[in-house]
């Protein structure tokens, strides 16, 4: 049999080829196999396929749809260009160029351009866009969002994992939420009704530690500040005012804390911040990166004081930011002494109160 002609489109011969192999299977499986089980499968999309009419009651070793495929169960490799729609439950390997779609238990690796759906299992999901499932002991990998009732391994997504409860690790670009966790969440936001370890720049766990805060340091910069976290970690996030400058004088913060030792009221708390002072003007940078020893005793049922030395790695390219510290360890400049860099020594006391 001739595929190809000078005449022929791609398309027309991918056809041709196709439906060669559907007269050759079809025979095939209609002498060699019953509709209970059906060894391999190669079709367009449903019904058009060697299993035909049948597919949803069929189980595979091996499946290859051009379009999309069905079938009740897959026991190795299921190819489709679009989608793989499984009624029951998948073992071995599926890729599909859009979505995965299993009914029951996925135990395996499942691929798809776009979407994994599934009733749970042990595996690896990989989706461009979301990995949805009802149960997770394997990993979720997503561009945008993993959705899991009882997740017990890994959830990583570039914007947002979601779990009933988490027994595993959840990492997400923006958001982590859970009802019941039991892991860890990495993300800039975690939520949780109940939480393990929670490593962000906002925290939010009944059973955890959230506190409102004000702030002062050396260079006059005032700061209103939420702290969040657990017994060991916790986020920080601020924003103040710094009432030395006359441009650059609207403040920021963000970074991440640890209690490092505790004794009763005493508390001895690390903090690692980033920081700038905004003018709103372009072109003008302060940036700053800081890292605190904070001795803090609670003197009050809800109410903290602490104070304690830092050391500053600064970078900026304005006058202010250049006259706001006098001494420093180390400093250099660039581009003709417009922008200062340098290492210096400071201090950060305020007050907080625990919500």
């Keep these: 049999m001739n595929f190809y002609t000078n005449n022929d489109s791609l398309l027309l011969t991918i056809l041709k ?121 394997g990993a979720q990998i997503a561009g945008f969002l993993n959705k899991g009732g009882n997740v017990s391994t890994l959830q990583l997504a570039g914007f947002m994992n979601i779990a009933r409860d988490n027994k595993g690790t959840q ?62 970690f916790y986020g920080i996030v601020g924003i103040g005012y710094n009432f030395k400058n006359k441009k650059q004088k609207y403040a920021y913060e963000a970074g991440f804390g640890a209690h490092v030792l505790t004794i009763q009221s005493f508390r001895l708390n690390t903090e690692l911040v980033n920081d700038g002072l905004e003018s709103f003007k372009g072109g003008d940078e302060y940036w700053r990166s800081t890292f605190r020893l904070m001795p803090s005793f609670r003197i009050a049922n809800k109410v903290e004081i602490f104070a304690g030395p830092s050391i500053n790695y600064v970078n900026t390219n304005t006058e202010e930011g250049r006259e706001m510290t006098k001494k420093y360890i180390n400093s250099w400049t660039r581009h003709d002494g417009r922008d200062l860099y340098g290492f210096y020594l400071g201090y950060t006391a305020g007050i907080q109160v625990a919500l």
Excluded at 39 to 63: E, I, Q
Excluded at 183 to 208: E, L, M, P
Aim: aromatic fraction near 8%; charge should be positive.
């Design 17 to 137: 080829i196709w439906t060669f192999l559907l007269i050759v299977l079809v025979g095939t499986n209609a002498q060699a196999q019953d509709h209970d089980r059906a060894r391999t499968n190669v079709g367009l999309v449903y019904p058009l396929s060697s299993n035909w009419t049948n597919a949803p009651r069929d189980t595979n070793s091996f499946s290859l749809n051009l379009i999309a495929g069905v079938s009740a169960a897959e026991r190795g490799v299921t190819i489709a260009g679009f989608s793989n729609i499984i009624h029951k439950d998948a073992r071995g390997f599926q890729i599909a160029g859009f979505s995965n779609h299993v009914g029951k238990n996925a135990d395996g690796t499942m691929v798809a351009g776009f979407l994994n759906t599934y009733g749970g299992g042990h595996g690896v999901a990989v989706a461009g866009f979301a990995n949805i499932a009802a149960s997770s002991s």
């Design 171 to 232: 990492i997400a670009g923006f958001m982590n939420v859970a009802k019941k966790s039991k892991g860890t969440q990495i993300g800039f936001i975690n939520i949780a009704d109940s939480a393990g370890t929670q490593i962000g720049i906002v925290n939010v766990a009944k059973n955890g530690e959230k506190s409102l805060g004000a702030t002062f340091d050396q260079n006059q910069t005032a700061l209103l500040t939420f702290r969040s976290g657990g017994k060991v």
